[in-house]
């Protein structure tokens, strides 16, 4: 099971603005280990972020995104102490949902 | 009554069909647990943007890409990309000389704002695009990144 991601959501004016680093090797399938073998690609295919049953931000990515993936978004409609909830899915059909409670701030 | 339902269910699909055909309705782009592998193949600006969904794209001023002119590991290069054209529906980074084009693809609903930040792997020094698609046309702005160490190979 693949560690959990940390999810910053915060209220920014009346945005809520959405931080996340997901823990993911995001290997490219392109490397060879130190005995020439091909290492296979194991990469996140999906991400979907979703506030109050609504998607509020859905992503497809290729292998080209950097290990540990970040991602940064705003939205609006949300309020402090609702919801955000962040699932991603890899090509290995492993999948990881996480979320987080919207903070107040500036 | 069975017949009329399965009458209307076939009209109905072909509808479908119809849009499907006309590019209204973009599979890869509406439904959000499908993976665009042909798009994540491509090799080329023009092929990603063909695999899209797009005839071709528009220069435009009204995208704004965040990156640094020059990035030491290629590994870890932060892009953002901001959207200024209404009704912006998805953004996507592409990298023209990765040995695949297209890096993500993000769609963006309403409500939610026209912009993303993530960070990429680049092979080399590279144009990165950020393509968006806004009301149905393509548009893309350019920016070159220098890579000083690629971060792809092994």
């Given at each position: 099971?693949?560690?959990?991601?940390?999810?910053?959501?915060?209220?920014?004016?009346?945005?809520?603005?959405?931080?996340?680093?997901?823990?993911?090797?995001?290997?490219?399938?392109?490397?060879?280990?130190?005995?020439?073998?091909?290492?296979?690609?194991?990469?996140?295919?999906?991400?979907?972020?979703?506030?109050?049953?609504?998607?509020?931000?859905?992503?497809q990515?290729?292998?080209?995104?950097?290990?540990?993936?970040?991602?940064?978004?705003?939205?609006?409609?949300?309020?402090?102490?609702?919801?955000?909830?962040?699932?991603?899915?890899?090509?290995?059909?492993?999948?990881?949902?996480?979320?987080?409670?919207?903070?107040?701030?500036? | 009554?069975?017949?009329?339902?399965?009458?209307?269910?076939?009209?109905?699909?072909?509808?479908?069909?119809?849009?499907?055909?006309?590019g209204?309705?973009r599979p890869g782009v509406?439904?959000?647990?499908?993976?665009n592998?042909a798009a994540f193949?491509t090799?080329?600006v023009a092929e990603t943007v063909k695999a899209l969904g797009g005839g071709g794209s528009?220069?435009?001023?009204?995208?704004?890409?965040?990156?640094?002119?020059?990035?030491?590991?290629?590994?870890?290069?932060?892009?953002?990309?901001?959207?200024?054209?209404?009704?912006?529906q998805a953004i996507a980074?592409l990298?023209?000389?990765?040995?695949?084009t297209l890096?993500?693809e993000?769609e963006?609903?309403?409500?939610?704002?026209?912009?993303?930040?993530?960070?990429?792997?680049?092979?080399?020094?590279?144009?990165?695009?950020?393509l968006v698609i806004?009301?149905?046309?393509y548009?893309h702005?350019?920016?070159?990144?220098?890579?000083?160490?690629?971060?792809?190979?092994?």
């Amino acid at each position: 099971m693949a560690d959990p991601m940390r999810i910053r959501a915060s209220m920014t004016g009346d945005k809520v603005e959405v931080k996340v680093l997901m823990a993911h090797e995001m290997e490219t399938g392109l490397r060879r280990d130190a005995s020439g073998n091909a290492i296979p690609a194991h990469f996140i295919r999906n991400v979907t972020v979703t506030h109050g049953g609504k998607t509020v931000l859905s992503a497809q990515w290729g292998t080209s995104v950097s290990r540990n993936p970040f991602l940064h978004f705003r939205f609006k409609g949300g309020k402090a102490g609702e919801k955000v909830m962040i699932t991603w899915l890899d090509n290995k059909g492993e999948k990881r949902t996480d979320e987080a409670v919207i903070v107040g701030g500036g | 009554m069975d017949a009329r339902r399965r009458e209307v269910l076939k009209t109905g699909g072909g509808v479908l069909a119809l849009a499907a055909a006309a590019g209204i309705i973009r599979p890869g782009v509406t439904l959000a647990q499908e993976w665009n592998k042909a798009a994540f193949e491509t090799r080329s600006v023009a092929e990603t943007v063909k695999a899209l969904g797009g005839g071709g794209s528009t220069p435009s001023g009204a995208i704004e890409i965040t990156a640094p002119d020059i990035a030491e590991n290629g590994a870890v290069v932060p892009v953002a990309v901001e959207s200024k054209l209404p009704r912006t529906q998805a953004i996507a980074i592409l990298i023209e000389k990765n040995p695949n084009t297209l890096s993500a693809e993000f769609e963006i609903p309403a409500g939610t704002d026209p912009f993303v930040s993530t960070r990429v792997k680049m092979a080399e020094t590279s144009n990165v695009y950020a393509l968006v698609i806004a009301d149905g046309k393509y548009f893309h702005a350019l920016k070159e990144i220098k890579v000083t160490i690629g971060g792809c190979g092994g």
